[in-house]
């Protein structure tokens, strides 16, 4: 049976000082900080979650805040935009809440639908989207209440560096199914109801550069630890190098750069962010893995503070 991806498990982007991320993604955009940990392989900086009220798989993005760090370019080899699902009519809310916060933004169509497009403090480029499908999020902050919040990605919006062996990856070895053609872009669908839709630009672009402002890797979903090693077999079987599964606490996570040069990781769905905090204290303390517990004192007098604050 062919193998098919579900969609977006996280999407990890580098910005920079911490407050202002959290500022933005929390206090202006609505989603739950659910996790506040350190970079696994660089423990005196941050690695923030932001997703729906339990950071189910397909609303998280996380970030590496790299406060003073060279600004990065977007451009070919990368995520180029992001995009969010929120309920249908909610788009004039999102639109007033922008210019609330003076955050200027445009509107574009693509496959029929209308895209608020904006980019965040350190420059990564962010849309919403309305979308039928996906539950909504549970999670109220400020103004922003369940009928207007973010459900979790729409999907996402990709900037190759070789499209065309991008998208047979996509379609030919990840299952995804290509639905549309629009001028230079094609959009791919998988299976789950959120962070299911891939827009691959199909003309290759400049090659991005990493920094402040760029995505990282983005993320896809295995069911399990066996599902994620079907998956490994199945990638390699196909010529494409995979890591060794690494524990990232919250679930486990293999990578694979795709031949358009984009990060590609796969992650499993388990077990997720109530593995070491209750469902109601999600993200409010910085929690560190086991090895760099012994080091907490030194690596919070390196942290910069960070605050959820409603900006409303
Ligand atoms: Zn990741």
Known sequence: ????????????????NPQENVDFYAGVLGLRMVKQTVNFDDPGTYHLYFGDEQGSPGTVITFFPWDGAHQGRIGGGQVGSTSYAVPKGSLPFWEDRLKGFTISFSKSKRFGETYLQFKDP????????????????????????????????????????????????????????????????????????????VDLNMEAVHRGRMGVGTVHHIAWRADDDQDQLSWKEHLENNRYPVTPVQDRNYFNAIYFREHGD??????????????????????????????????????????????????D
């Open 122 to 197: 350190h420059g990564l480029e962010v849309e919403l989207v309305e979308r039928e499908l996906g539950k909504s999020s549970q999670w109220s902050f400020g103004k922003i209440s369940p009928d207007v919040a973010i459900k979790g990605f729409a999907g996402a919006f990709l900037l190759s560096a070789s499209p065309e062996l991008t998208a047979q990856l996509l379609e030919e070895v990840m299952g995804f199914e290509l639905v549309d053609r629009e001028g230079t872009v094609t959009r791919f669908k998988s299976t789950a109801d959120i962070g299911n839709i």
């Open 1 to 16: 049976m062919k193998k098919k991806i579900k969609g977006i498990h996280h999407i990890t982007a580098i910005v920079g």
């Open 262 to 311: 984009i990060l590609f990781e796969i992650a499993t769905d388990p077990p997720g962010f109530t593995v070491d905090e209750t469902p109601d204290e999600l993200g409010i303390n910085l929690k560190l893995p086991p090895q760099y517990e012994p080091l907490r004192d030194k690596i919070e007098q390196v942290l910069l503070p960070i605050k959820v604050r409603k900006l």
